[in-house]
């Protein structure tokens, strides 16, 4: 699904990414943690086709970016901890607006369909800015599955939620936002991010520095690593 | 096909929240407003020739200035909630997005537009509201909504965005503005075509040259 190899991403003279070699198959759950300026987010801005790599080549369902990016956006849908949501529009608009964009099918249907599954079909009509954090944030999951993608990058999906907000946010990307795909989540919190993973990395100073599958993971050991690496 | 419904698509979202605030027609046509009643009374203008004369600068100042204000308007829309990351994530031309984006501009542009020239011949007493002045006015707007959708996509990634927007958009959209304030002044002076022919050609090629350029970089303007 995913293929990632030498992938380096320099800003002028900082270099975010130095050499990421990373393989993801289809309907694996891969968790990517890392201190703040590991590169976390530039990857995932590299893989949901919104940043070009400086070298080394990214490959989605088949299609080698940056050259076939836009066939590679039709398979991707991104969760951030911006919603890329329209406040001034209402729920419904909002995903009206994506599907057209994306030409959904039976659209009408599918918004129904994907506002009910994240629990949004009673405020469908209503200002997006008029909605709580954790409501926007599950909107955001909404419109990011509303072309029914195979690869979902979730890029600190739950930053700025509360204990609340972020279970029940859990609970509908476990049900919604992940079953069946291929996942790349990023996240700074390790409990959240094994509790979900098939596979676990550490990036650190733009490399990979550890990765191990779930069923296979000392919990003690990867903490350790993750300390190690992050100091 | 797909591709016009995309653009239009852009273009339908764009006006949906415009509706629903009011926030980018409201502050270009109460700015407009008060530029025409400030040149009105700064200038003191009297005499005919100098009316005629001063008149195609003063509106074309308003035009852009209001316009500055709606680029910024619908260039901090996308910023907000990372709306523009949103899309680009989309599978469509990148071209697409910029047509949207700047027709988008272009028509609430020409909205204040058809206020502010019904409003210049009434404190100017002066022949605007004219098929060539008209057209003129269409052409020099949507050079400028071109340009400018470009370069605010641009200003973007800028940490001064608001203030970089006019250091970078005056410069290069002012030979398209001297054209139009040129042609403007012959054709509602009554001149023989002929005689401000040249700048209409000028605005003309501009607006070309302004898009065409525009359409080309987008891709790489918005992407990192």
Known sequence: ?231 | MNYLKQVAAIIAKDIAAELRTREMLSSMGVFAILVIIVFNFALELTERQIIETATPGALWVTIIFAGMLGLNRSLSVELDKGCLDGLLLTPVDRSAIFFGKALGNALFMLIVEAIVLPLFVVFFNVPLVQPWVILIVVLGTLGFAGVGTLLSSMAVNTRAREVMLPILLFPVAMPELIAAVKATSGAMMGLPVSEWQQWLSLLIVFDVVLVAVSFMVFEYVVEE
């Open chain 1, 1 to 231: 699904m995913l293929e990632v190899k030498s992938l380096v991403k320099s800003f002028g003279p900082t270099i975010a990414l130095r050499g990421v070699n990373l393989s993801v198959p289809d309907g694996q759950f891969v968790t990517l943690v890392g201190p703040n300026g590991a590169g976390k987010t530039t990857m995932l801005r590299i893989l949901a086709t919104l940043s070009r790599p400086t070298s080394g080549t990214v490959t989605i369902g088949g299609h080698e970016l940056p050259k076939g990016a836009r066939d590679a956006r039709r398979s991707i849908g991104l969760v951030s901890h911006q919603t890329l949501l329209y406040g001034d529009l209402s729920a419904e608009e909002n995903l009206r607006f994506y599907g057209r964009m994306y030409d959904v099918a039976d659209l009408d249907a599918r918004i129904t369909q994907v506002l009910e599954m994240v629990g949004l079909a009673h405020r469908r009509r209503d200002p997006v800015r008029t909605f709580s954090r954790g409501m926007q944030q599950r909107l955001a999951i909404a419109r990011a599955v509303l072309h029914r993608p195979s690869l979902m990058l979730l890029d600190e999906p739950y930053t700025g939620l509360d204990q609340d907000a972020a279970a029940r946010l859990e609970t509908v990307m476990s049900s919604v936002g992940t079953e069946g795909r291929t996942v790349v989540m990023t996240t700074h919190d390790l409990e959240r991010g094994l509790a979900v993973a098939d596979r676990v990395v550490i990036l650190a100073k733009g490399r990979v520095v550890f990765e191990a599958n779930r069923d296979e993971l000392d919990t003690a050991a990867f903490k350790e690593a993750y300390r190690q690496h992050t100091l």
